[in-house]
């Protein structure tokens, strides 16, 4: 079997962050963990090692080494390691058997995390740490919801965001991190791997997904987006298109009236922009335009809008 053929069953990626950042992401653990340990040593006392969730070390991983993924985001957090609690407590006191309540606490944790958009991994092991913790945990009851696991994740996620925020390109929640700007239709360009290999590199990160999904998932987006297209005889009266831009440049055009004269050339369509930096403005174009212009019909979704297929 070839090298690199094993190193792709084997899951092995290719480094692409540096020594510095390496080296940070330990750091970062390190503080992080120590000051869980010492804060929660002080507020509980001596009882305080039957407190500190051992969870939380799972948790270091994530939002040290990849600040930026969305499993290490302040809800899946917070959510992912209350959730888990609540049903781990629940299944320890409620389930008689000890095999049988952690793997219902396992199952039922994630299902929990996966329904409330907070999948966190290491509520798994929360969710465990209810059922196995012993007759300490067991005292605590519903209370090992608040102390240990809310202070514990509150304390974590203080430090996570007071750490990384010294260095820009890996601040913590992820939308604190500078954003480039966004891109026109004019970006979609083919992307070679060395492209990839650069611009990974340039992150500085680690990043949670493989080289090859990446180029799968820019493959599918912009394979779409070159097919989006709509004709002449697609633009209706009464009717929301938007252009599918990003940021100041996005809008929704209405149409509110047009003529039918047969020639797409010569239609004449009438729209007003209900949505986007030059709302309550209108125009007139002829129907090839707008529809040269429109990537998408749209429609009221609540407050904002979706698209229509």
């Known amino acids: 079997m070839s090298t690199p053929r094993l190193r792709a069953l084997l899951g092995l990626e290719g480094a692409t962050a540096s020594h510095r950042e390496k080296l940070v992401s330990a750091a970062g653990a390190f503080f992080g963990i120590l000051g869980v340990v010492l804060i929660s040593h ?3 006392g001596g009882a305080s090692a039957v407190f500190l969730v051992a969870s939380m070390g799972a948790s270091a991983v994530l939002l040290f080494a990849v600040p930026h993924g969305p499993l290490s985001q302040p ?3 917070i959510g992912g390691h209350l959730v888990s609690a609540l049903v781990g407590v629940t299944c320890a006191r409620h389930v008689g058997s000890p095999w049988l309540a952690m793997a219902l ?12 958009r907070c999948i966190h991994p290491p509520g798994g092991a929360t969710a465990l740490t209810a059922v196995l913790g012993g007759p300490a945990v067991h005292a605590l009851g519903y209370q090992y919801v608040l102390t240990p696991v809310l202070l514990n994740v509150v304390l974590i996620f203080l430090i996570a965001v007071a750490f990384n925020y010294p260095f820009p390109w890996r601040r913590y929640p992820a939308a604190l991190a500078r954003r480039p700007a966004p891109v026109g239709e004019a970006a979609y360009r083919p992307i070679e791997h060395e492209d990839f290999v650069y611009a990974l590199s340039q992150l500085d990160s680690f990043v949670d997904v493989s080289e090859e999904d990446l180029l799968r ?10 097919r989006r297209h709509l004709a002449p005889a697609d633009i209706h009266v009464g009717r929301a298109y938007s252009n599918g831009q990003q940021g100041d440049a996005w809008e929704i055009r209405e149409v509110v009236d047009a003529s039918h004269t047969g020639d797409p050339a010569r239609d004449q369509v009438i729209y007003k922009v209900v949505a986007g930096g030059r709302a309550r403005t209108s125009g007139v174009m002829t129907r090839s335009e707008f529809a040269h212009w429109a990537k998408y019909e749209v429609v009221r979704h ?4 979706r698209r229509a297929d």
């Open 75 to 77: 809800w899946p957090l």
């Open 42 to 44: 002080a507020l509980l």
């Open 105 to 116: 606490a396992a199952g039922l944790a994630v299902g929990a995390m996966y329904y409330l």
């Open 217 to 226: 998932i820019y493959a599918i987006a912009t394979g779409r987006a070159e």
């Open 302 to 305: 609540g407050k904002g809008w």
